[in-house]
């Protein structure tokens, strides 16, 4: 089982559109959450971090962790083309990172 | 401030020849990470130094090794490629100010072995 399971999409919404992503875990012992943004060609960018459980808002990007069922989501209200890109979850276990395998959105304008 | 450099960009090598990839971390971060990306998945982690030494591993062979230098530089080298070493092959610095888990990566080298 791996570590850190993500819904692969790919996903195709609407400009103005709310996009949803989720990751599942397996190690209880992650107490560190991100969301990590990948345009094509590009290293990953860090878009949100959050600690333990609860929800944590940065403008239109919304990240929430649910410990208890080992689920972590993302949304992204009034989404943009420029939101189009590569979404990966990762967990942190102390010195390393453990990434899903990322689901790719595509914003249509 | 600057961010990750990596370099080069791209590589193409052949199978059983020698690799190294270089990156220079963000102004101040002393700890380096190395990922490797195949094309549709997630970054593996590959190992991460701190103060030029090797601080954690993943699950890769021996024949991918690394080195920090003291401006906190960094080198992965790989030896005897294999076809699956194909890869984006990222890096990863860490600000001491922060949390050891926010790290900020590179633009990525993408080698392809044939």
Redesign the interface.
């Known amino acids: 089982q791996k570590e850190?399971e993500?819904d692969p999409g790919p996903l195709s919404v609407p400009e103005g559109a709310i996009v949803s992503l989720n990751c599942t875990y397996s190690n209880s012992a992650f107490q560190?959450f991100?969301w990590?943004r990948q345009y094509s060609?590009?290293?990953?960018?860090?878009l949100m971090?959050t600690y333990s459980s609860g929800n944590k808002e940065d403008g239109r990007f919304t990240a929430q962790v649910d410990k208890s069922s080992k689920y972590i989501s993302l949304f992204i209200r009034d989404s943009q083309p420029s939101d189009s890109a590569t979404y990966?979850c990762?967990q942190?276990d102390?010195?390393?990172?453990?990434?899903?395998?990322?689901t790719t959105v595509t914003v249509r304008a | 401030e600057t961010g990750v450099t990596q370099s080069p960009t791209h590589l193409i090598k052949t199978r059983g020849q020698q690799v190294t990839l270089r990156c220079s971390s963000q102004s101040g971060h002393n700890t380096v990470s190395w990922y490797q990306q195949a094309l549709g998945q997630g970054p593996q982690f590959i190992f991460q130094y701190y103060r030029e030494e090797e601080n954690g591993r993943g699950n890769f062979p021996p024949r991918f090794s690394g080195l920090q230098f003291p401006n906190y530089s960094s080198e992965l080298n790989v030896n005897a490629l294999e076809l699956d070493d194909s890869a984006l092959y990222l890096c990863a610095s860490t600000d001491p100010g922060q949390d050891q888990e926010t790290q900020y990566f590179g633009p990525g080298t993408r080698l392809l072995v044939l």
């Open positions: 850190v993500q560190y991100m990590y060609r590009k290293g990953p960018e860090l971090y990966l990762a942190s102390d010195y390393k990172l453990s990434f899903g395998a990322g």
